[in-house]
């Protein structure tokens, strides 16, 4: 093993959650437009354990226990300087082709990518601060005020993660659009009022009955799938705001313009997270009864095929998939 370098740690990984992304390369070869490039490392859901702190590292010492950052910012662009950390030019992303992810045993890393977790707090539990940090970041777009409605799209990890914190940004109902059985039932436990089955009815048309024609104030697409995007099209209110959290397979999407231009709605994009972390960390604190439905697996490193295969088949009621 290499000599850390100063300013860096040395993180034994605990646990890393299996997200999406991670699927999206597995089986598709691609995240998007960015193509996964053989060999790679996936794994950007980290929790760990302090090995060693190098020279002029200070607040961190062996055993220590932390919730990891994936991305590492040059903190010098005009995004990083104006605070925007997540569209930084010159991002690194570690579980990208070129920056090895966390699905392996040791990982060093600058000091301000440690987050402490509390005693009590799981390694699998500490895992969920990444991607919780993101639905934080869309519920900035989201802005949702007291007593306004939303439709998710998507009961997926992200999908659940973004019903929990609609339920403490003070939605007053939620409406959660799944085909998967089994998640429909994890986002009623999460806090949806309603889990809509989109094959068996016409789920924007459903929204827009159940609000008496208005629609909803937000709709969140978290999966990215089919028509999803539309669908979150139809069923907000004029005026209203879809903001767009899952990652399409395709370059090329389809948007129905005219309901879009209709209704004059404010469109959002979502890229990872924005310096909330320390806000996914005290809401897992604090409400932890509430995440902890979404923990129904774990498997060692050795088994992250089959992790792979159970997650990619939405099979065995499979929520969060955790590797560790």
Same mark, same amino acid.
Not at 135 to 148: D, K, R, T
Not at 226 to 231: I, K, P, R, S, Y
């Given at each position: 093993?290499?000599?850390?370098?100063?300013?860096?740690?040395?993180?034994?990984?605990?646990?890393?959650?299996?997200?999406?992304?991670?699927?999206?390369?597995?089986?598709? #070869?691609?995240?998007?437009?960015?193509?996964?490039?053989?060999?790679?490392?996936?794994?950007?859901?980290?929790?760990?354990?302090?090995?060693?702190?190098?020279?002029?590292?200070?607040?961190?010492?062996?055993? +220590?226990?932390?919730?990891?950052?994936?991305?590492?910012?040059?903190?010098?662009?005009?995004?990083?300087?104006?605070?925007?950390?997540?569209?930084?030019?010159?991002?690194?992303?570690?579980?990208? %082709?070129?920056?090895?992810?966390?699905?392996?045993?040791?990982?060093?890393?600058?000091?301000?990518?440690?987050?402490?977790?509390?005693?009590?707090?799981?390694?699998?539990?500490?895992?969920?601060?990444?991607?919780?940090?993101?639905?934080?970041?869309?519920?900035?777009?989201?802005?949702?005020?007291?007593?306004?409605?939303?439709?998710?799209?998507?009961?997926?990890?992200?999908?659940?993660?973004?019903?929990?914190?609609?339920?403490?940004?003070?939605?007053?109902?939620?409406?959660?659009?799944?085909?998967?059985?089994?998640?429909?039932?994890?986002?009623?436990?999460? #806090?949806?009022?309603?889990?809509?089955?989109?094959?068996?009815?016409?789920?924007?048309?459903?929204?827009?009955?159940?609000?008496?024609?208005?629609?909803?104030?937000?709709?969140?697409?978290?999966?990215?799938? +089919?028509?999803?995007?539309?669908?979150?099209?139809?069923?907000? *209110?004029?005026?209203?705001?879809?903001?767009?959290?899952?990652?399409?397979?395709?370059?090329?999407?389809?948007?129905?313009?005219?309901?879009?231009?209709?209704?004059?709605?404010?469109?959002?994009?979502?890229?990872?997270?924005?310096?909330?972390?320390? %806000?996914?960390?005290?809401?897992?604190?604090?409400?932890?009864?509430?995440?902890?439905?979404?923990?129904?697996?774990?498997?060692?490193?050795?088994?992250?095929?089959?992790?792979? *295969?159970?997650?990619?088949?939405?099979?065995?009621?499979?929520?969060?998939?955790?590797? #560790?």
């Amino acid at each position: 093993m290499e000599a850390l370098r100063p300013g860096l740690v040395r993180v034994r990984v605990n646990a890393v959650g299996i997200c999406g992304s991670d699927l999206h390369s597995y089986s598709e #070869g691609a995240v998007g437009d960015t193509p996964s490039v053989y060999p790679m490392v996936l794994g950007h859901e980290p929790a760990g354990t302090v090995v060693e702190a190098g020279a002029g590292v200070t607040g961190w010492s062996p055993g +220590d226990r932390a919730a990891l950052e994936p991305a590492l910012y040059c903190y010098h662009c005009e995004y990083c300087l104006s605070g925007r950390h997540n569209i930084c030019k010159n991002i690194r992303f570690l579980s990208t %082709a070129g920056h090895p992810g966390f699905f392996r045993e040791f990982v060093d890393l600058p000091a301000v990518n440690l987050f402490g977790i509390p005693k009590t707090m799981s390694m699998p539990m500490a895992s969920l601060v990444e991607p919780l940090a993101v639905a934080l970041h869309s519920m900035q777009f989201a802005a949702i005020a007291i007593g306004e409605t939303v439709a998710v799209f998507g009961a997926g990890p992200i999908g659940l993660l973004t019903v929990a914190c609609l339920r403490a940004a003070g939605a007053s109902r939620i409406w959660v659009v799944e085909p998967v059985a089994h998640r429909r039932e994890l986002a009623l436990q999460m #806090g949806a009022a309603v889990a809509i089955h989109p094959g068996e009815t016409d789920a924007a048309r459903q929204i827009l009955a159940d609000t008496g024609g208005r629609g909803v104030d937000c709709a969140m697409d978290c999966c990215a799938r +089919d028509h999803t995007t539309n669908w979150a099209i139809r069923c907000v *209110r004029n005026g209203g705001r879809v903001v767009l959290t899952g990652i399409h397979s395709g370059t090329m999407i389809p948007f129905e313009v005219s309901p879009m231009r209709r209704k004059e709605l404010a469109i959002f994009n979502v890229r990872r997270s924005n310096k909330e972390p320390e %806000a996914a960390l005290e809401l897992l604190t604090a409400r932890a009864a509430w995440f902890a439905p979404l923990l129904t697996h774990t498997r060692p490193l050795e088994s992250i095929a089959e992790a792979f *295969r159970i997650t990619e088949e939405y099979a065995d009621g499979v929520g969060k998939f955790v590797i #560790g």
